[in-house]
């Protein structure tokens, strides 16, 4: 699997392309903002890019989508719960971001759907909480956690359609149930395990 995080935006968002060695295609996990620099790195990668996910509809996991829409042609994923915040303009003016033109989902997700680039499969769980309509992608050995779960942290509760039981449910019925050596990958920060979290995430400790 061929699996690079950028970094993007004024808020670091952790930025995915993922990619099929054997296919070579791919997709991207929450263009966030620098299109160029995304692009450029599937260009490098030599990636056809199938699938744009966003974890989520925060201003900042989306900032570059319609350029890197534009430019891949690829299918853009969003929840349903969360695919009015690729339409309205109230739920983006976070973070005192400005907005980019609204670009509507190709594909609307749901929990147990699954999301196939050439041979590699994941699985969408849906995990609301930071906002209502949060994903974490599940496959190869691997989850990306979006801002739901971070190295050591959980995401914030207290934003609009947040939600602090749904937050931790989410994390301790479906994250908390993988294997420890799950590798997390977040959408803010560094990387982490599930185990790792399981023992030492100072806000999963009761
Ligand atoms: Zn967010
Ligand atoms: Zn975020």
Same mark, same amino acid.
């Given at each position: 699997?061929?699996?690079? $995080?950028?970094?993007?935006?004024?808020?670091?968002?952790?930025?995915?392309?993922?990619?099929?060695?054997?296919?070579?295609?791919?997709?991207?996990?929450?263009?966030?903002?620098?299109?160029?620099?995304?692009?450029?790195?599937?260009?490098?990668?030599?990636?056809?890019?199938?699938?744009?996910? #966003?974890?989520?509809?925060?201003?900042?996991?989306?900032?570059?989508?319609?350029?890197?829409?534009?430019?891949?042609?690829?299918?853009?994923?969003?929840?349903?719960?969360?695919?009015?915040?690729?339409?309205?303009?109230?739920?983006?003016? #976070?973070?005192?971001?400005?907005?980019?033109?609204?670009?509507?989902?190709?594909?609307?997700?749901?929990?147990?759907?699954?999301?196939?680039?050439?041979?590699?499969?994941?699985?969408?769980?849906?995990?609301?909480?930071?906002?209502?309509?949060?994903?974490?992608?599940?496959?190869?050995?691997?989850?990306?956690?979006?801002?739901?779960?971070?190295?050591?942290?959980?995401?914030?509760?207290?934003?609009?359609?947040? $939600?602090?039981?749904?937050?931790?449910?989410?994390?301790?019925?479906?994250?908390?149930?993988?294997?420890?050596?799950?590798?997390?990958?977040?959408?803010?920060?560094?990387?982490?395990?599930?185990?790792?979290?399981?023992?030492?995430?100072?806000? #999963?400790?009761?």
């Amino acid at each position: 699997m061929i699996l690079k $995080n950028l970094v993007v935006g004024p808020l670091a968002t952790d930025c995915y392309i993922v990619g099929s060695e054997s296919s070579k295609e791919g997709m991207i996990i929450d263009p966030g903002d620098e299109a160029e620099v995304i692009l450029n790195n599937v260009k490098d990668l030599g990636l056809e890019i199938r699938s744009i996910v #966003l974890t989520h509809g925060h201003i900042d996991h989306i900032g570059a989508l319609k350029e890197v829409k534009e430019a891949t042609g690829a299918e853009v994923t969003i929840h349903s719960d969360d695919a009015q915040a690729l339409q309205k303009k109230s739920v983006n003016t #976070l973070f005192g971001l400005s907005y980019p033109t609204p670009l509507p989902a190709d594909r609307l997700l749901k929990d147990g759907d699954s999301m196939d680039i050439g041979d590699l499969h994941f699985l969408v769980l849906h995990t609301p909480g930071h906002s209502p309509g949060c994903i974490c992608l599940l496959g190869e050995g691997i989850i990306f956690s979006g801002d739901t779960l971070f190295n050591f942290g959980i995401g914030r509760y207290d934003l609009p359609g947040g $939600n602090y039981s749904q937050l931790m449910n989410s994390i301790h019925t479906r994250l908390m149930t993988l294997p420890d050596n799950t590798t997390v990958y977040p959408g803010h920060g560094p990387d982490t395990t599930i185990g790792a979290e399981r023992s030492g995430n100072p806000f #999963l400790q009761t």
